[in-house]
Nanobody, 118 residues
Framework: QVQLVESGGGLVQPGGSLRLSCAGS????????MAWYRQAPGKQRELVAT???????NYADSVQGRFTISRDNAKNTVYLQMNSLKPEDTAVYYC????????????WGQGTQVTVSS
């Protein structure tokens, strides 16, 4: 059974930092592209950052230079370090694991709330 469990969300003031974690089980973690998505109220889910199995990273323009995605395959965990947080970063953040072997398989975590407010 595949599980992705996010943690680290919470309430933070503008300009503050948070680090999200996502622990995976039931998959060969090191083979998967890992990603963070977010969904704000009334908006569609959007891609925030990805890290491939070869450790290549990519970011949405809105978080470039403020957020850093990383992975620790020994711990089956992916992280999202979020700095200089803005109120518009408020959303539920979801962890995603994806692999393509003939077809694409993808798995989601349950989400963790991040609220940026003074």
């Amino acid at each position: 059974q595949v599980q992705l469990v996010e943690s680290g969300g919470g309430l933070v003031q503008p300009g503050g930092s948070l680090r999200l974690s996502c622990a995976g089980s039931g998959i060969i973690f090191r083979l998967y592209t890992m990603a963070w998505y977010r969904q704000a109220p009334g908006k569609q889910r959007e891609l925030v950052a990805t890290v491939t199995k070869s450790n290549s990273t990519n970011y949405a323009d809105s978080v470039q230079g403020r957020f850093t995605i990383s992975r620790d395959n020994a711990k089956n965990t992916v992280y999202l370090q979020m700095n200089s947080l803005k109120p518009e970063d408020t959303a539920v953040y979801y962890c995603n694991a994806a692999i393509t072997i003939f077809s694409t398989s993808t798995f989601w975590g349950q989400g963790t709330q991040v609220t940026v407010s003074s």
